[in-house]
């Protein structure tokens, strides 16, 4: 083999493996994105729970337990608070909600990191046979 061509083989063999090691460098941050992003989902829907929780606890109906007198008072201050604990309810369900999106989104992306990568090693392994066969 020509000296001129073992250097273009050895060129196409660095860029090969430095496109390989970059798939692979994005294919792990994209896991780890993904596993970030299930944490914060996990949270947000606990806090979402947690939320319903108060909000069941809070509300005026509770307050009209039989043979306990509530005021009218007693059931404006539970309306605003249940008011209150409603506003974020919406902000954490909405938060979950991007988070699902997200979640989607990266899932997308980290399929297409996964399948370039098994082309770009099917590619090396063509480009590996064909050097051999050369040799």
Not at 32 to 44: D, V, W
Request: glycine share 4%; with cysteine.
């Amino acid at each position: 083999m020509p000296a001129a061509d073992a250097a273009a083989i050895g060129q196409l063999v660095r860029l090969r493996s430095a496109r390989e090691a970059r798939l692979a460098r994005r294919l792990n941050e994209l896991e780890e994105r993904l596993e970030r992003i299930e944490r914060e989902k996990t949270s947000a829907e606990r806090l979402l729970h947690d939320i319903s929780r108060r909000e069941d606890e809070a509300s005026p109906i509770r307050k009209m337990s039989p043979g306990k007198l509530v005021t009218g008072r007693a059931l404006l201050l539970a309306s605003q608070k249940l008011e209150l604990i409603g506003r974020e309810r919406s902000l954490a369900q909405a938060r979950v909600e991007e988070l699902d999106a997200e979640r989607g989104g990266l899932s997308r992306m980290l399929k297409e990191c996964r399948t370039e990568l098994a082309l770009a090693r099917r590619k090396a392994a063509r480009m590996d046979a064909l050097a051999s066969l050369d040799s």
